[in-house]
């Protein structure tokens, strides 16, 4: 019933720029956090970024600093605006939503969209 509809990735040169957009739809309830997962080729799917309904973030310490995440409640819609990209942040970036419904939790994540960091 929820859907979520990543853009904005693409081919960047190292200490340029990219925003990830993420956006949720169908019958949402309650969202209780919403984040950026990455996963790099030969490696585990990784937290990179999540934000709370109490607009508390996290960030993984490769990407603090660099990485900022923001939301946009009225349009369901989750942001990374990623600066200073580096090669090692070549993957594949998901987004994460957690909802919570008559004290039950549900997790729902995007279709992935590339990023890739080269000369």
């Known amino acids: 019933q929820v859907q979520l509809v990543e853009s904005g990735g693409g081919l960047v040169q190292p200490g340029g720029s990219l925003r990830l957009s993420c956006a949720a739809s169908?019958?949402?309830?309650?969202?209780?956090?919403m984040g950026w997962y990455r996963q790099a080729p030969g490696k585990e799917r990784e937290l990179v970024a999540a934000?709370?309904?109490?607009?508390?973030?996290n960030y993984a310490d490769s990407v603090k600093g660099r990485f900022t995440i923001s939301r946009d409640n009225a349009k369901n819609t989750v942001y990374l605006q990623m600066n200073s990209l580096k090669p090692e942040d070549t993957a594949v970036y998901y987004c994460?939503?957690?909802?919570?419904?008559?004290?039950?939790?549900?997790?729902?994540w995007g279709q992935g969209t590339q990023v890739t960091v080269s000369s």
């Open positions: 994460n939503v957690k909802e919570e419904y008559s004290d039950y939790r549900y997790e729902y």
């Open positions: 169908g019958s949402i309830f309650s969202i209780i956090a």
């Open positions: 934000i709370a309904s109490s607009s508390s973030t």
